[in-house]
T-cell receptor, first 113, second 111 residues
């Protein structure tokens, strides 16, 4: 069975600082990987996704993520965080054999001015 | 395109009352999902529909029923609401193994 771990429940950064949110997955074959963002009171919105090819993927709002098969990781990064990035971030993994993506528990990002 | 729409946005029920949460998508997606989100619990899948005419239980189906009315619409029914069903409910749709598109959510309180 596939699983997703987001080890950090909360992360606090200062505005302008760099950011890395961790995501580790468990799945036998090459997974489909996603990062979503949820602003307060809103639904989830896709930031970026990885299916195959270049392991460094670019997303919206200046985010990027790198797929590392050897580490079973798909960490999300941003070089300079803005106050508007404060939100909940979810990593998800899908597979070719299932219609049900698996979500991590989420990481809450707090941005200090 | 409106994407995924959900009604109502907010609802307060008394224990034992029933209600139906509506969801519609205009992207011609085959798969649709209902999740609940509770603090510290992430998203939990209630039911999903891989394609029109099929529905399957997810992780937390007890106390809920669903109907895939047509390709566009997927409703969630609470027959006898309980305080434990106080939550935020999200509908999502998806085509194949691509990303899911989420609605804005329904905030339900059961007193």
């Amino acid at each position: 069975a596939q699983s997703v771990t987001q080890p950090d429940i909360h992360i606090t950064v200062s505005e302008g600082a760099s950011l890395e949110l961790r995501c580790n997955y468990s799945y036998g074959a090459t997974p489909y990987l996603f990062w979503y963002v949820q602003s307060p009171g809103q639904g989830l919105q896709l930031l970026l996704k990885y299916f195959s090819g270049d392991t460094l993927v670019q997303g919206i709002k200046g985010f990027e993520a790198e797929f590392k098969r050897s580490q079973s990781s798909f960490n999300l990064r941003k070089p300079s965080v803005h106050w508007s990035d404060a939100a909940e971030y979810f990593c998800a993994v899908g597979s070719g054999g299932s219609y049900i993506p698996t979500f991590g528990r989420g990481t809450s990002l707090i941005v200090h001015p | 395109n409106a994407g995924v729409t959900q009604t109502p946005k907010f609802q307060v029920l008394k224990t034992g009352q029933s209600m139906t949460l509506q969801c519609a998508q205009d992207m011609n997606h085959n798969s649709m999902y209902w999740y609940r989100q509770d603090p510290g619990m992430g998203l939990r899948l209630i039911y999903y529909s891989a394609s029109e005419g099929t529905t399957d239980k997810g992780e937390v189906p007890n106390g809920y029923n669903v109907s895939r009315l047509n390709k566009r619409e997927f409703s969630l029914r609470l027959e006898s609401a309980a305080p434990s069903q106080t939550s935020v409910y999200f509908c999502a749709s998806r085509e194949g193994h691509n990303e899911q598109f989420f609605g804005p959510g329904t905030r339900l309180t059961v007193l």
